[in-house]
């Protein structure tokens, strides 16, 4: 098992920039795909972007082509969620999550085991 911490969240106006990191440990995370899902009020969660276990593939949400990137750090067990050009409808809680195999990016929440608690983006028009 593995136990993700998510960070960096806050309150930005639209068209700013923001990184969330996840921090993870227990088992290393090169064993996994990493993905971020989001969720906003009254909504489903929603596959922001995920990352194959050595970086090879990645895969975003439609929603947020072209605006986030997503990466990893396995010696630092950390992903990242680079966020650019954001919009008032990229506000919800985002959260951290591991899935296994490593070498496919699961693009559905079920396919992930491990979550972590979640971190707020609130973006003000």
């Known amino acids: 098992q593995v136990q993700l911490v998510e960070s960096g969240g806050g309150l930005v106006q639209a068209g700013d920039s923001l990184r969330l990191s996840c921090v993870a440990s227990?088992?290393?995370?090169?064993?996994?795909?990493m993905g971020w899902f989001r969720q906003a009020p009254g909504k489903e969660r929603e596959f922001v972007g995920g990352?194959?276990?050595?970086?090879?593939?990645?895969r975003y949400g439609d929603s947020v082509k072209g605006r986030f990137t997503i990466s990893r750090d396995n010696a630092k067990m950390t992903i990242y969620l680079q966020m650019h050009s954001l919009k008032p409808e990229d506000t919800a809680v985002y959260y951290c999550?591991?899935?296994?195999?490593?070498?496919?990016?699961?693009?559905?929440?079920?396919?992930?085991?491990?979550w972590g608690q979640g971190t707020q983006v609130t973006v003000s028009s």
């Open positions: 990352i194959s276990g050595a970086a090879v593939v990645t």
């Open positions: 999550a591991a899935a296994e195999p490593p070498w496919t990016v699961a693009t559905m929440a079920a396919g992930y085991a491990s």
């Open positions: 227990g088992r290393t995370i090169s064993d996994y795909c």
